[in-house]
């Protein structure tokens, strides 16, 4: 079954303790992005990346880290949570050369720092 | 202002209904235009794309835009409780290879049996 998986699905942290959310597509994508969503305030882009080690910042960067090692993998990277990184996490990925704006997502990951 | 306008609601509706939902826009470049759903706890999924002016239907969903206007519509006929769920518009144009998408906030639609 075509998927993007993310793990974990929910998690609890306190601030400064670093933590990792791992995507996986197996798709074969080359474009992945990573996304928060919050609200009043959207969907908005943090990180993307256009294909193995070409990663370049969305909107909202700040606090985050990404790397893409592997085509299928894109972990999100938070080296010191802050409470204002509460948020529903969403991965996402497509074909370059689909249509623009055909993405499929993850099922989100629930983050809270306390 | 915010570059796509989408009213959150709530809007409710009896099952069988025609529900219209419409996102406005500033950016005369957007090309591309979509509709995606998202049920609660889920992922938002791809609905419905359409490339530049006019309409397209699949089953019980049109989709519509009026680029003179700025102005994008959904219809879903003969809604069903399965129908309920957010429903986002999103846009993009097509300078760069970002493939960055324009987010309106979403409609929260209720179809009660």
């Known amino acids: 079954e075509a998927q993007v998986t993310q793990n974990p699905r929910y998690l609890i942290t306190v601030t400064g303790k670093k933590l990792t959310v791992t995507c996986s597509q197996n798709m074969n994508h080359e474009y992945m992005s990573w996304y928060r969503q919050d609200p009043g305030l959207g969907l908005r882009q943090i990180y993307y990346?256009?294909?193995?080690?070409?990663?370049d910042k969305g909107d909202v960067p700040e606090g985050y880290k990404v790397s893409r090692k592997e085509k299928r993998n894109f972990p999100l990277i938070l080296e010191s949570p802050s409470p204002n990184q509460t948020s529903l996490y969403f991965c996402?990925?497509?074909?370059?050369?689909?249509?623009?704006?055909?993405?499929?997502f993850g099922p989100g990951t629930r983050l809270l720092v306390l | 202002q915010k570059e796509v306008e989408q009213d959150p609601g709530p809007l409710s509706v009896p099952e069988g209904a025609i529900v219209s939902l419409n996102c406005t826009y500033s950016?005369?470049?957007?090309?591309?235009f979509m509709w995606y759903r998202q049920y609660s706890r889920k992922g938002p999924e791809l609905l419905m794309y359409?490339?530049s002016s006019g309409n397209k239907e699949d089953g019980r969903f049109t989709a519509q835009v009026d680029k003179s206007s700025k102005y994008i519509s959904l219809f879903i006929r003969d809604s069903q409780p399965s129908d309920s769920a957010t429903y986002l518009c999103?846009?993009?144009?097509?300078?760069?290879?970002?493939?960055?998408?324009?987010w309106g906030l979403g409609t929260s639609l209720g179809v009660n049996p």
């Open positions: 990346s256009m294909n193995v080690e070409v990663t």
């Open positions: 950016n005369s470049a957007f090309q591309y």
């Open positions: 996402a990925s497509s074909l370059l050369a689909g249509p623009i704006g055909t993405q499929y």
């Open positions: 999103a846009m993009s144009a097509p300078a760069g290879n970002n493939r960055k998408l324009i």
């Open positions: 359409t490339y």
